[in-house]
């Protein structure tokens, strides 16, 4: 059974550099059907989609973030790597990590890590 | 830019159906996915594609799609559907972009 482990420091000072890790276990990241996703959670707010990777390095992040984000995979370690610089205390949320799947018309985050809290202060 | 907009909260009766919507120019385009969240807890996806459903999820949960609007209908909802749905989308504005809707908070009475 594939799982996603988020990793990673849980305290970030402002104007620092946000580093998560995700760990795939029980599978590959190997295979072309999925892209890895990051999406984070304000607490008491909605899900935020921050980005996706591919497993060959490819990256699509959302407009507004696109400035500050950086993925990047290592199909070695079956991890992927979530970067966020100039943070402020409104990226203060929970960062989850899924696998993205679908075809053309529909896309899916079908797994999920259960989320790690990152406070910025 | 685009977007998904959802009603902040609904309730529903002890057995009786509810339906969720998600309103976006994306889902002209593409089908919604549905997520249940309960407190303090990752979300699961409860419906993908036109109406699919991933292992394990109840047959009491169905999606649909008419124009921009997607729905997420729970008919006979039980007291464990009490929690936070979000729907999603690829965006239609933005390359491999995803879209998620503000959430509906689902009270089963």
């Known amino acids: 059974q594939l799982q996603l482990q988020e990793s990673g420091p849980g305290l970030v000072k402002p104007s620092e550099t946000l580093s998560l890790t995700c760990t795939v276990s029980g599978g590959s990241m190997h295979s072309g059907l999925y892209y890895w996703g990051w999406i984070r959670q304000p607490p008491g707010k909605g899900l935020e989609w921050i980005g996706n990777?591919?497993?060959?390095?490819?990256?699509y992040y959302k407009p507004s973030l696109k400035s500050r984000v950086t993925m990047s995979v290592d199909t070695s370690k079956n991890q992927f790597s979530l970067e966020l610089t100039s943070v402020t205390d409104a990226d203060t949320a929970v960062y989850y990590c899924?696998?993205?799947?679908?075809?053309?018309?529909?896309?899916?985050?079908?797994?999920w890590g259960r989320g790690t809290l990152v406070t910025v202060s | 830019s685009s977007e998904l907009t959802q009603d902040p909260a609904v309730s529903v009766a002890l057995g009786q159906t509810v339906s969720i919507t998600c309103q976006g120019d994306?889902?002209?385009?593409?089908?919604a996915s549905w997520y249940q969240q309960r407190p303090g807890q990752a979300p699961v996806l409860v419906i993908y594609?036109?109406?699919n459903r991933p292992s394990g999820i109840p047959d009491r949960f169905s999606g649909s799609t008419s124009g921009n609007t997607a729905s997420l209908t729970i008919t006979g909802a039980q007291a464990e559907d009490e929690a936070d749905y979000y729907c999603n989308s690829r965006d239609n504005s933005a390359d491999h972009g995803v879209l998620f809707g503000g959430g509906t908070k689902v009270t089963v009475l």
């Open positions: 994306s889902l002209r385009s593409y089908y």
């Open positions: 899924a696998r993205l799947g679908g075809d053309f018309v529909f896309w899916y985050f079908d797994l």
């Open positions: 990777i591919y497993y060959s390095g490819g990256t």
């Open positions: 594609g036109k109406n």
